[in-house]
């Protein structure tokens, strides 16, 4: 069985990449979410899952400072960020990815990935073309590479198919060596083959990077995750390890219908 929340990871330690302590977001009368307690350890590989409406995209969004939570405190490496602007979370090593796509079509691959790695660097004002020696472009050509778009790294990023696109999305995440990522359904709409692609390019991210990914397909979720936090109707209810959720019948019943194949 999971562990119940109450007796889950809440003791705070010097090694978290993030604490959340009684988070909580109102919408003038709707409360989206409620108490939200959690520790994620540095280079921890978190799952967030839950039905349509449980709150996980709500959360993501207090966590990166889209807007505040109405109550509690969010920490990141031991810093309160309750407050803190997007922009200063990102300074911070805080990144994310969105459910629909944000991207420049018209730019080719390799230039979306240099201009995000511009963007958090300290010559992000310059106007200077790249030399060959520019660090920038050495680690965007890195991160193309670590994506699995290598082929297409001239292509205008509009030619590209939609997985290709998520792919792009997960490199400018890892723009400006990030600390943690936040991955909102990243495998939406993917084929069978990009699903294992997908897995396969998370699996292989420098392990001191950890991550939350919150996914619809069981299957992409359990297998890059190491710990799974389930959420319904805005709250907690249970965590555990891959096996322990997908063998938790609460958990069958509430998210996957009466049974998961």
């Given amino acids: 069985m999971a562990t119940n929340v109450a007796a889950s990871r809440l003791q705070g330690t010097g090694a978290n990449a993030l604490e959340?302590?009684?988070?909580?977001?109102?919408?003038?009368?709707?409360?989206?979410?409620?108490?939200?307690s959690m520790r994620?350890?540095?280079?921890?590989?978190?799952?967030v899952l839950g039905?349509?409406?449980?709150?996980?995209?709500t959360l993501f969004n207090t966590i990166t400072g889209d807007f505040n939570p109405t109550s509690g405190t969010i920490r990141f490496f031991g810093e309160d960020i309750t407050t803190l602007a997007a922009y200063e979370r990102i300074r911070r090593g805080l990144r994310r990815t969105y459910q629909i796509s944000q991207l420049f079509t018209?730019?080719?691959?390799?230039?979306?990935?240099?201009?995000?790695?511009?963007?958090?660097?300290?010559?992000?004002?310059?106007?200077?073309?790249?030399?060959?020696?520019?660090g920038a472009m050495a680690q965007a050509e890195s991160?193309?590479?670590?994506?699995?778009?290598?082929?297409?790294r001239n292509?205008?990023?509009?030619?590209?198919?939609?997985?290709?696109?998520?792919?792009l999305e997960i490199a400018l995440a890892l723009a400006g060596a990030p600390r943690f990522i936040l991955f909102d359904e990243p495998?939406?709409?993917?084929?069978p083959t990009e699903r294992r692609d997908l897995i396969e390019i998370l699996n292989?991210?420098?392990?001191?990077?950890?991550?939350?990914?919150?996914?619809?397909?069981?299957?992409?979720?359990?297998?890059?995750?190491?710990?799974?936090?389930?959420?319904?109707?805005?709250?907690?209810f249970t965590e555990g390890t891959p096996e322990e959720i997908e063998n938790d019948p609460t958990v069958q019943e509430i998210y996957l219908g009466g049974g998961h194949g």
């Avoid at 994620?40 to 799952?47: N, P």
């Avoid at 039905?51 to 995209?57: I, L, Q, V, Y």
């Avoid at 991160?143 to 297409?152: E, G, K, M, P």
């Fill in 20 to 36: 959340l302590d009684d988070v909580g977001r109102q919408f003038g009368a709707l409360t989206a979410l409620s108490g939200i």
């Fill in 106 to 134: 018209n730019l080719t691959v390799l230039e979306s990935v240099y201009l995000a790695c511009r963007g958090v660097s300290r010559r992000r004002f310059s106007l200077l073309r790249p030399s060959p020696s520019d």
């Fill in 204 to 236: 292989a991210l420098p392990k001191h990077i950890g991550y939350i990914i919150i996914e619809h397909d069981l299957d992409v979720a359990l297998r890059v995750s190491e710990y799974v936090s389930m959420m319904h109707n805005g709250r907690l």
């Fill in 40 to 47: 994620i350890a540095a280079g921890e590989r978190r799952a």
């Fill in 155 to 167: 292509a205008t990023v509009g030619m590209l198919s939609h997985g290709q696109q998520r792919q």
């Fill in 143 to 152: 991160i193309v590479h670590a994506v699995h778009l290598d082929d297409d």
């Fill in 51 to 57: 039905s349509n409406g449980a709150g996980k995209t």
């Fill in 187 to 191: 495998a939406a709409g993917l084929s």
